[in-house]
């Protein structure tokens, strides 16, 4: 029986990683193809549309206190100069490029 439970443990772990794993490269798809033209693709908020909006980088203070149901919010309905995608993203995809923009912010 606690073999069948370490079989299972190990079974579920696996798939947990692997589910993660691929939000993760589905987020950073997403992240290229409609974030890091502004934001770059660091997050640095380096690009010159960032600066000439003047975008904070996600490693800012305030951005990484922001949670993520304010990057969703942002990223559905648009915040100031940013329009929103909400018509062009699912929102699972916005949760993937948010889970992809917190491990830029590491």
């Keep these: 029986m606690t073999h069948g439970f370490r079989a299972a ?3 579920l772990m696996a798939a947990f990683i692997a589910v993660s794993a ?3 490269a ?3 798809s997403i992240y ?3 974030c890091a033209m502004c934001h770059g693709a660091d997050g640095l908020a380096m690009t010159p549309m960032a600066k000439s909006m003047k975008e904070l980088s996600f490693k800012d203070p305030a951005m990484l206190k922001a949670s993520d149901a304010r990057f969703f919010a942002s990223t559905k309905f ?3 100069k ?3 995608y909400s018509t062009r993203l699912t929102d699972q995809e916005i949760k993937d ?3 992809f923009i917190r ?3 590491k």
């Design 9 to 11: 443990a190990v079974i």
């Design 22 to 24: 691929f939000t993760q």
């Design 26 to 28: 589905t987020g950073a």
């Design 32 to 34: 290229r193809s409609k």
């Design 78 to 80: 648009g915040i100031n």
């Design 82 to 84: 940013m329009p929103g």
């Design 97 to 99: 490029v948010i889970a």
């Design 103 to 105: 491990t830029l912010q």
